[in-house]
């Protein structure tokens, strides 16, 4: 990795950022400047080990070489059309994504939100149009502690008050359940019901598994029930979880799939909404758009994803190194970790708080040379790069035990 070359050191540069960026986020105090597989330089050149990976944004690393590659050849010939007029690049790649998943049709968008907002309209309009629900009477069922985006739409149906706390008023037409609970869910499904909305894993939660057969169980209920079961896979798919989507484990294939994050290789923002031809087939030209969604460039990064996803390798790598993951969390336990929750290379870890905040925690991990962010209280979440190698793991875990038995 060349060495970054910059006049100003990190503290001057986050001190330039207070006074004209919003603080929406609590950034780590890491100036990042360059990066390379799983590895990221400050500007005075210190190298960290990258166990967050964009939130799995960058499930392939930093600058794949055939991610990069693609995105240079596009850059070349088109960036933008918008959907004004076609492109050579959608339909290859929408057909590509569909076969994929298994399901029929694509409506790209560009973020993460973007597609669950996607989701929530497509899911009533279907209601309306196909179920029969009176107008303006939808329903959508979604579990605790979810975390979908932060539009105003999508935090009415948050339980986290951060997010929703000076806001309102929010917008009607959801119902929340407790996660992991098939009893609560039957008893909040009725007639008006379009759909349910769940991460297969709930990431921002810390990393929660739901028991085996809760997906199953889902699936078979909005059968009979007569809704959709739309799977929020934005980080749990496309490889994280040692499958090309979380729902694989329970070979559970969801009316409305969301993806999002890793399908731009952590190049541009590229997200879809994947379904049935029956249900994206309620939308009609005017009743939705992005004026970025599908463009070219964002078509081809997407393709060059799916190629990658297409051999299995890094679905192997994740459910391998997963091995790995596992057993090194599992020595830390009563050593400074409660518990853990991980499948695949991503991990809830439970610190206990006797030795700090999560905060805290990835604080110090970032001053021994590892990047990982904290969720709630004294959790932190780890989920490296597909493309770790075991020595690095290993050593990320090693680093983390250290930092726990420190006097």
Known sequence: MTAAVHTRSSADLISA????????????????????????????????????????????????????????????????????????RLAEFAQRLAQLTGLDMVLPMNTGAEAVES????????????????????????????????????????????????FGPFTPGFRIVPYNDLAA????????????????????????????????????????????????EIQSGLGRTGRTLAVEHES??????????????????????????????????????????????????????????ETGEFQRRATELGVVLRDGLSELVGKGVLGFRARGLWAGVDIDPVFGTGREISERLMREGVLVKDTHGSTIRLAPPLTITGDELRGALGVLEKVLTRD
């Open 252 to 309: 559970v294939v969801p009316d409305m799939l969301l993806l999002g994050k890793a399908l731009g290789g952590g190049i541009v923002p590229v997200s879809a909404v994947v379904a049935r031809r029956d249900v994206l087939g309620v939308l009609r030209p005017g009743e939705h758009g992005s004026t970025f969604g599908g463009n070219p460039l964002a078509a081809a990064v997407g393709m060059a994803v799916v190629e990658l996803l």
């Open 17 to 88: 950022e207070e006074p004209v960026l919003a603080h929406n986020y609590h950034p780590l105090p890491v100036v990042v400047a360059h990066a390379e597989g799983t590895w990221v330089e400050d500007v005075e050149g210190r190298r960290y080990l990258d166990m967050l990976a964009g939130y799995s944004a960058l499930n392939f690393g930093h600058r794949h070489p055939a991610l990069i590659e693609a995105a240079h050849r596009q850059l070349d010939r088109l960036t933008l059309t918008s959907r004004a007029f076609h492109n050579d």
């Open 185 to 232: 869910l039957e008893a909040a499904v009725d007639d008006t019901t379009a759909a349910v909305l769940l991460e297969p894993i709930q990431g921002e939660a810390g990393v929660v598994i739901p028991d085996e057969g809760y997906l199953t169980g889902v699936r078979e209920l909005t059968r009979r029930k007569g809704c959709l079961f739309i799977a929020d």
């Open 119 to 166: 989701a929530i309209k497509v899911a009533r309009k279907w209601a309306y149009e196909v179920k029969g629900v009176p107008a303006d009477r939808a329903t959508i069922v979604v579990a605790a502690e979810n975390f979908h985006g932060r539009t105003t739409t999508i935090v009415s149906f948050s339980t986290d008050e951060t997010a929703r706390t000076g």
